[in-house]
């Protein structure tokens, strides 16, 4: 990533400062003029100028805004403004005030274009303006709001563990535990009727070391939080736990040497116990929600056995190299992506696709790095190493959509950003109504440390990054990655399902699945036919190769085999001289099907089979009269889940569509075979876009599935695009959902987790709201007690967080055996 240092000091107040960010995509002086004239008339930016060597703009800029503006300018122009991306870990935040606060003072920062803090990851993902922007300036515009920051490269969840010291481990909460238990004993023993009262002098003795030792954490953010003009959990916190503690001290300073009755240590100490209590469960539970990224990043072994020269070596797996040959022996996990040159074996992929089953995998045959050898031993080439392998990219992916605000985040941003102020409002006219009408100074001052109290703006924070970080996770889990939040929100709402054909609800690779002979004796046809196709790579070849292997035919050796262009093949088979080819080619050589081949050839073209003929144009020594042999038709298989799939979403209530190029006829029988609610035939790649966009009309959600490059602007014109990692990257590139393995039943469980997850979200959300709308009304009528409310207040992120873990016992439907029963779409493939 290339980002410069500071930009250029102001030169004056009218002037404001120099800046210069890289365009691309000019080509003339005309692409100047254009741009230039495209800053001159954004407010705020003087003497820009473009200088197309160096294809950058250098302009003085009034604030970030209007640099931010500069920017937008150039790419409404048509040009490209390259962007960086820049990770901060950002520590010391406490709940959605947080968040907001160093949200704000990112964007304060020019240059920076966007910027997303994830409160359960701790992480601030910036986008920024390439070369206008540092890391170090960003981490510390966080700082200058009161949090620490540092740039980081590692994945949520793969960092290496921090060493625990004393404030995070569980001595930090047991030990106030302990000095809290005598100050609540009285209490509880009150409620057996035994009456018993600790010293004054005790209770402070007990409760002073709580208040500033171990509560000391919440006076320091509380304190960057008033320096930065803003407010927090940790604010209220020591508003109210001070309030109680002052008040008991001046309680006990002006008893006279009297016993002083009613002192408030208690409230104070067990508040900042329960509330430290919170905090670390709720540290403990975030840490599983990261469970995903941290599993996935362990199938990476550290070592590689690599063979050069004849000699098996282990080097480190940064030392490994595309192009070299490595060994996996059974039992170990496949290094780097490689294809097979030695061997044969099972491997278990259930970590990266969701397969539970290990799958076969021989010469030629893809290895995905992560997975598993189980019995033989494999050679493999490398083909991707470092960040460009699968396992890498998943990484990435799943880190993506957690450190993603999902759109539903805004309306918990909108409340916290006067969430704190507030509470401290209402905490005053407790304070003073108590005060003014009861005349009880003491129960007023309570009551308003009741309120401050009870305020739990942490869980707000938690209440979707956490639900999001879960269900991405056991998304993963199964083999549906879900690349961004906003796809995983609106996923539920699909209302339509548009798949595409080849690749998606067909195997993507042709079959074998007719022979009709003239003479009834279909073996010897598939004979004739593996003999012409035996040098032969063409797709259609190795499905005839693979039909007689299947089948124990043992193919003849052909003789003068040769490609006719654009025709066929022809070749000699046992003395025979035989040409295969298409309908054209038999009908230019003159030879007659018969009524009942014509009649199988209509019929298998119109369920959208291509049908080739064996004729038979003379022997070894000479031409004769042609003879029709029989016929073979190839198919693209279904996929053996593809029928179950399109039953699943009907039954959802959710309607089904395919669009394809296939002739009407053949797209109507796939449709029959499938159950699908429409098809939609002879549609060009470059027309599904505006297929989909008029599937959307009326309000329709509508999700486009597709593996294919001609399937990427579909994919990304659907509200949610899915693709099958079976197909192109473009593809992937494109959806904002990817499919580990080509199972159609998969569409149907990313919907499924896409449902769960909002509504854990909704009832997160519903929980942070529900603690304050009801506990800060109690807390005012003086019907909570301090100790109960920092117990609430405690409880509530924990609940919140531990809700959304319930989401890790999530299954797909399609890893259960019987989601893998045959169906119709079987039936349609013979």
């Not at 001290?249 to 919170?278: D, K, N, P």
């Not at 990476?300 to 070596?313: C, E, H, L, S, Y």
């Not at 979200?761 to 009801?774: D, E, G, H, S």
């Amino acid at each position: 990533m290339s980002i410069s240092a500071e930009p250029s000091v102001a030169l004056d107040a009218a002037t404001g400062a120099e800046w210069s960010f890289p365009v691309e995509g000019m080509t003339c002086a005309s692409c100047v003029r254009r741009v230039e004239n495209a800053l001159a008339r954004v407010p705020g930016v003087n003497d820009a100028s473009v200088n197309l060597a160096t294809e950058h703009v250098t302009l003085r800029a009034e604030s970030g805004a209007a640099l931010s503006a500069a920017a937008q300018a150039v790419t409404d122009a048509g040009y490209d403004v390259p962007r960086d991306t820049v990770e901060l870990s950002v520590s010391d935040m406490t709940c959605a005030s947080c968040v907001g606060r160093v949200e704000r003072a990112l964007h304060a920062v020019p240059g920076v274009v966007g910027a997303e803090v994830n409160l359960a990851t701790e992480r601030a993902t910036v986008t920024v303006l390439r070369d206008a922007v540092s890391a170090d300036a960003l981490a510390q515009a966080v700082v200058r709001a009161g949090y620490g920051a540092a740039a980081v490269t590692a994945p949520v969840g793969t960092e290496a563990p921090a060493r625990q010291d004393f404030w995070s481990s569980p001595h930090a909460v047991t030990i106030p535990a302990l000095l809290s238990l005598p100050l609540v004993a009285p209490m509880v023993l009150e409620w057996f009727g035994v009456h018993w009262m600790l010293p004054a002098w005790v209770q402070w003795l007990l409760a002073t070391p709580v208040q500033f030792v171990f509560g000391w954490r919440f006076y320091k953010a509380g304190w960057k939080a008033v320096r930065a003009g803003a407010g927090n959990m940790d604010l209220l916190v020591a508003l109210g736990t001070s309030a109680a503690y002052g008040l008991s001290v001046w309680m006990m300073a002006t008893a006279g040497g009297h016993h002083a009755e009613h002192l408030y240590f208690e409230s104070a100490a067990v508040v900042i116990t329960l509330v430290r209590l919170g905090k670390w469960l709720e540290t403990r539970a975030k840490r599983q929600t990261a469970d995903a990224i941290r599993a996935l990043a362990a199938l990476r072994p550290d070592t590689a056995q690599v063979r050069r020269g004849g000699q098996v070596a282990t080097v480190p797996l940064g030392d490994v190299r595309v192009g070299d040959e490595i060994v996996v022996r059974p039992g170990e996990r496949v290094p780097v992506d490689a294809v097979i040159l030695e061997g044969t074996s099972h491997v278990d992929e259930s970590m990266l696709t969701g397969e539970s089953v290990p799958v076969a995998r021989g010469v030629g045959d893809a290895l995905t790095g992560g997975a598993i050898n189980a019995e033989g031993l494999l050679v493999a080439r490398t083909t991707a190493v470092g960040a460009e392998t699968v396992l890498a990219r998943i990484i990435r992916m799943v880190e993506h959509a957690q450190a993603a605000k999902a759109p539903i985040q805004r309306l918990v941003d909108r409340v916290s950003a006067v969430f704190v102020p507030v509470v401290l409002v209402l905490a005053l006219a407790t304070l003073l109504g108590w005060g003014i009408v009861g005349g009880d100074w003491s129960a007023a001052l309570l009551n308003a440390v009741a309120v401050l109290v009870i305020a739990c703006p942490c869980a707000l924070g938690l209440a979707t990054p956490t639900a999001i970080m879960a269900g991405t996770g056991a998304g993963a889990r199964a083999g549906i990655l879900i690349k961004d939040a906003e796809a995983l929100e609106v996923a539920h709402r699909v209302s339509v399902v548009a798949f595409d054909k080849t690749g998606t609800l067909t195997v993507g690779k042709p079959e074998v699945v007719a022979l009709h002979a003239a003479d009834g004796d279909d073996s010897a046809l598939l004979a004739r036919l593996a003999a012409l196709q035996a040098g032969s790579e063409h797709p259609l070849a190795r499905a005839v190769l693979a039909a007689a292997s299947s089948r124990g035919v043992v193919a003849p050796v052909a003789t003068g085999v040769r490609a006719l262009p654009g025709r066929g093949i022809e070749g000699v088979v046992n003395g025979m001289a035989l040409q295969l080819g298409s309908e054209g080619l038999r009908a230019s050589l003159g030879a007659e099907a018969g009524d009942a081949l014509q009649a199988a050839a209509t019929r298998l073209r119109g369920e959208g089979r291509t049908v080739s003929w064996l004729v038979q144009v003379g022997t070894g020594e000479g031409a004769g009269t042609p003879r029709v042999l029989g016929l073979v038709a190839f198919g693209d298989a279904l996929k053996p889940t593809a029928a179950a799939a399109v039953a699943r979403l009907r039954k959802a209530g959710i309607r089904t569509v395919m669009l394809t190029g296939d002739n009407a006829g053949a797209a109507r029988h796939i449709g029959d075979a499938l159950g699908l609610d429409e098809v939609q035939a002879e549609v060009l790649p470059e027309h599904k876009a505006a297929r989909v966009q008029a599937l959307q009309q009326g309000g329709a959600v509508v999700a486009m599935v597709g593996d294919g490059i001609n399937d990427a602007p579909a994919l990304a014109a659907a509200d949610v695009g899915i693709a099958m990692s079976t197909g192109t990257d473009v593809a992937m590139h494109a959806a904002g959902i990817t499919l580990m393995r080509g199972d159609p039943l998969l569409v149907a469980d990313a919907l499924a987790i896409s449902d769960r997850t909002v509504r854990k979200i909704r009832q997160n959300l519903f929980w942070a709201f529900i603690y304050n709308v009801i506990g800060i009304p109690l807390a005012a009528a003086g019907l909570l007690n301090p100790v109960v409310a920092g117990a609430a207040m405690a409880f509530s992120s924990v609940s919140v967080v531990s809700n959304a873990l319930l989401l890790r016992r999530w299954r797909p439907t399609s890893a259960h055996p019987s989601a893998q029963a045959s169906s119709p779409a079987k039936e349609a493939t013979s």
